[in-house]
């Protein structure tokens, strides 16, 4: 390709060149990248689009040595699109770079990347933050994000043979205890009403809503319980029922946790009390690289929120796009006319 041409690939051409395996692969060393410092990765932007629609759409730039990769994400989160519109309520978008000139060189769906490596997320806090002989997940929130994270941690964490789901919506609880069925044979899968019995009876579990107000906190966690947020707004409270805190990304979780906690309460009529950096044990790639020691036994309660790093999209998008090329994939645009 010369300058000022880029690639543009469908969600059907990125699924061709990712798959599971290589997403959690990426995903963990994305992470550990972040922890030994050898990425550039601000906290994420976020553009309300409310009062006058009912979402957010979250600008995520990185740069990693590793590959030499430069990308942003553009993520929409809107939770009215499932029911209103038949569309996802994640959309994703990345936009790849040459970072020796700056020149655009890729444009690719990012959606299913943004799927896959959330679910990685929680496989790689499974794998290094549950208890050794879990057998048992549990998904609230029956959605996309919910599934992949229940894909990715039977992968990471061999020995789970019981899946409950939890949702609002009986008919997406449903669905996906069906296709879970027929996709994982060997596992069992059944519902529960209440998530809070998950966290009394669960190994594992997973928050992965779309609620607009904080659930866990609700709960009463049983000693040994690992739980993986990739959405749930965390409180004090929340946080103050586990042992320890972990997240992907410190500086961003505590902005995110608290302009959308604070946010949440108001909306309510209550009073909101920031998180701070003091209540977090560390982030889940100083786990990997070994600079913290994960769990230590099987009675602690452990916490791991992930809100998401940019790294984890750019790292996969780079692969997409290098395998693309060689293959002689998508489609090439003009669009600088240079
Ligand atoms: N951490 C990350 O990196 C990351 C990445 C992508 C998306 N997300 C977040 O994940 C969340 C879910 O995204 P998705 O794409 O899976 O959406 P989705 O609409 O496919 O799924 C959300 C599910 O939550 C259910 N739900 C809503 N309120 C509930 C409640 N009180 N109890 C139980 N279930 C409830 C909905 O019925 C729906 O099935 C979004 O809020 C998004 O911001 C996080």
New binding site residues.
């Given amino acids: 390709m010369k300058p000022g041409e880029i690639l543009f690939l469908s969600k059907n051409e990125v699924g061709k060149f990712i798959d599971q395996k290589e997403v959690l692969e990426l995903t963990e060393k994305a992470l550990s990248e972040f922890s030994l410092g050898n990425t550039i990765n601000p906290s994420k932007l976020v553009l309300p689009t409310n009062p006058y629609h009912n979402g957010h759409i979250n600008s995520m730039p990185s740069y990693m040595r590793f590959g030499d990769a430069a990308g942003v994400k553009v993520?929409s989160?809107y939770?009215d699109?499932?029911k209103k519109y038949g569309l996802?309520?994640?959309i994703g978008t990345i936009l790849l770079f040459d970072p020796e000139t700056g020149m655009p060189i890729c444009i690719m769906d990012g959606t299913l990347i943004?799927?896959l490596?959330?679910g990685a997320?929680s496989g790689v806090n499974a794998k290094y933050l549950a208890k050794k002989d879990s057998g048992s997940l549990a998904i609230?929130?029956?959605?996309?994000?919910?599934y992949t994270s229940m894909e990715m941690i039977l992968r990471a964490k061999p020995g789970i043979t019981e899946v409950v789901a939890?949702?609002?919506?009986p008919e997406?609880r449903e669905e996906f205890i069906a296709k879970g069925h027929a996709e994982y044979p060997n596992v069992s899968f059944s519902g529960i009403e209440d998530?809070r019995t998950a966290l009394r009876d669960t190994d594992i579990v997973v928050y992965?809503?779309?609620?607009d107000r904080p659930?866990l906190e609700n709960g009463d966690p049983a000693e040994g319980v690992t739980v993986i947020t990739?959405?749930e707004l965390l409180t004090r409270k929340s946080v103050g029922m586990f042992d320890h805190w972990y997240t992907d990304f410190a500086e961003c979780a505590l902005e995110r946790y608290n302009d959308g906690g604070k946010q949440s309460a108001e909306a309510r009529g209550l009073a909101w009390d920031d998180l701070t950096m003091d209540l977090v044990r560390g982030e889940t790639g100083d786990v990997i690289t070994g600079k913290l020691p994960g769990r230590t036994n099987n009675r602690e309660k452990i916490l791991a929120g992930?809100?998401?790093v940019s790294v984890e999209d750019v790292i996969c998008a780079e692969l997409v796009y290098k395998k693309a090329i060689d293959q002689g994939y998508g489609r090439i645009l003009d669009l600088e006319d240079l």
Avoid: F, I, K, Y
């Fill in positions: 993520v989160v939770n699109n499932p996802p309520t994640t943004t799927d490596r959330t997320v609230v929130g029956a959605g996309v994000q919910g939890c949702d609002l919506s997406r998530h992965a809503t779309s609620a659930l990739v959405c992930a809100v998401g």
